[in-house]
């Protein structure tokens, strides 16, 4: 058995390790001043950077990108300096001897920056409305000369100068506010270490609020007209610091919190130390807060206060500890505001993600040092697979010694940075407990544990057989250590059995007085796996009828989808109708429904349309309806889609469903609900995508229409996603090339979501042209997209012809259900 394994599919030939950046200095403070020009969209600038030497040196880098620099100043003193246009080479004019701490100003000037701070509209030369800055991973560079890495933190003055109708916020508590002229200076001061790319602030046309809790100040910034909107948005953000103080047990270590909505942001937010920034589409209305809440975004980013701001990953193999914390924090607070299944249905979902990458794309260590970009890293490795892992640690160690280790580390590694062995090394100090293999089975190797489930009873011996079999594929390890828990559910009694699952194999016998009514493995989702259900239908059955546990009900369902059936479909129907279940199950009924197919499913979810009330089901349901070709179906969403009193998310599912329904008035009636209002424009961006699956002539000329640079950025990247789904004509390729161009860098990753769906050749130009972007995570996709291309032209006929049958399959699996179906409900 080989202990290392690197996954597959993620490192390109040309990618080498990266270590920690190594230089002879540290970063103490950045002191900044700048003059934002709204109109020219430029930013004039004098940045102080205070060092310490590590070593005697004479010389100091800095990192500045397509900047005009003026001047350099050290300690002063005026310097010379060499640049070339990405690095800025400092003379201290002599050697300087270790421990010095010097001083190297720098004036500059930045005209319309590519990234880092963005002038709002983004792809405008109109003066802008809004400037706000997003500097992760690195390219804080882009507008301020400093030291841009994570493994040194510094404290942080900003000194920001704006017309007199802009407002300003940025990190730490704001010191001064002046007039000047026709400007106003505003002055913010965090004396906290933070690393460069929290650096922040937002200036413009904005409202705010401001709250307390105990001394904390809470600013709620958002775009003017939007007031209204905050207490929807924020109201649990005074509990969600209060739940994190309380179960980390470190207060919030900043001075103020800020969360600031803008316009055309370029992410859904970022966790900059006090001022957290986020997009202005969590904001909205009563409609949408029936089925939308703002609560993970905000929970998310609140969580990285603490892991990611207070204690930073050293360097970004390192990420993990940023993203897996701040992913689980998220779901620990929707278990303690909704309940357990909400938080057991968030961690299903997060492994769904998870399986989604490592099987469409690739798999990685999530301590990965081997990458081409920063960027890169930012994927479902370090977000949701890193998240569950930790959720495994927790639950090995136990909750007390988790939140312990928590505080530990916190408090160890406050205002410093960490790596993987510094938590390592915490959580083995106070629980006494040995965990390298755990490092190394889920931290340092790639893939994941996947285990093959089957019971059988024998009535003679009254004897239950439970065999449990480690079936990963060849980029996992051959076998992992899994501590494990298996429920047995009988009629009077429970019992329950842990196990040290370390073979690839394992049968256990359970002498009974009964058959079991059903068994459950790992029954509350503590151990991080991809877990299969071999069992038949009855005792599928037997899990969801008698397990009282969401996880393993979930599973059974998914299986049960697998096997199909009349019968299955009416037994399942009684949980979708029942209200005081919880929504989550009820959804994946819904969905279970869609993949048995058959006139009872379809006539079962028809008639559930008409029963089921709450809007998440309903979602579920409107989704599932899209996987069957019926006019009664397009008729039946048709009416969804028009009620203004279903809600925003609802109505827009109905949308892409009546486009998969092939439902004769598809076209009229999307053509029409373009017009609908709704939040974050959801309506009109799924209907956009739901034309591009009609795949009409009279569609995609609608579509076209809404690639127009008067559309927001949000409807624009709809459009020219649902361009994928056509043959690229001259007139599409000249409107993708265009887009591959444009500014903003998710128009750009949308060129790239669209040309996935087609991977025609004739893309490959465009995919060249997005190869060599600004974006690391953008040139990534292009190298993956143009992979997928060759292998598909290599293919082209092969390809064609599979998927010819693969249609031809699924049509004749769709009329042997129907079949089945009518043989099962005569009682044949």
Known sequence: MRWLKLGKNFVYPDYKPQWPRDVPYKLVEVDASIDIDFNERKINGMATNRFRLIQNISTISLDAVDMNIRRVYVDGTPAKYNYDGKVLEVSLGSERAKDTVIGVSVEYEVYKPRKGVWFSPINSDQPAKQVWTQGQPEDTRYWLVTYDYPNFKASVTLTITVPEWAYVIANGKLLEKKRTQNKTLWKWRLNEAIPTYLIAFAAGEFSYKEKRIGNLPLIYVVPKGREEDIPRSFSNTPKIIQFFEEYTGVKFPYPKYAQVCVSEFVAGGMENASITILTDQTLHDEKAHIDFSSDPLVSHELAHQWFGDLVTCKDWSNLWL?????????????RKNLGENEFIYELIKMLDTYISEYSSEYSRPIAMRIYGYPDELFDAHSYP????????????????NFRKSINVYLNRFKNNVADTEDFRKVVEEVTGIQLDWFFEQFIYNAGHPSLSFKYKWNLDE???????EQKQKEDSLETYFLPLEIMIISKDYEIKKNINLKEKRRTLYVKLREKPL???LDPNFKIFKELTYDLGVEELLGIVRYCKALYPRILAVRKIAEKGGARTVRELYRYLLDEKEFWGYRSEIAKAMAKI?????LKTLLESLDKVKHPKVRRAIVTSLGSFRSEDVGKKLTTVLKNKEESYYVRANAATSIAKSKYSGAFKVLKEALTYPSHADVIKRTVLEALGILGTDEALEEIIKYTSDKESVWVIVSAIKALGYFRPTREILDILREKAKNPHPKVRATVLSAIKINLDPKLLPIVNILKNDIAGSIVRNARDVESKITKFMEKGEEYRKLREEIERLREEERRLAERIDRLETKGI
């Open 597 to 601: 197919g058959g006139d009872t499913a």
């Open 385 to 400: 697979k890193a998240a569950l892992v930790i959720w495994t640690l927790h639950n090995i160690i136990g909750e007390e």
């Open 462 to 468: 009254k004897m239950l057989e439970i065999t449990i």
């Open 518 to 520: 059903a068994v459950c």
């Open 322 to 334: 940023n993203e897996g914390f701040a992913t689980l924090f998220e779901a620990l607070w929707r």
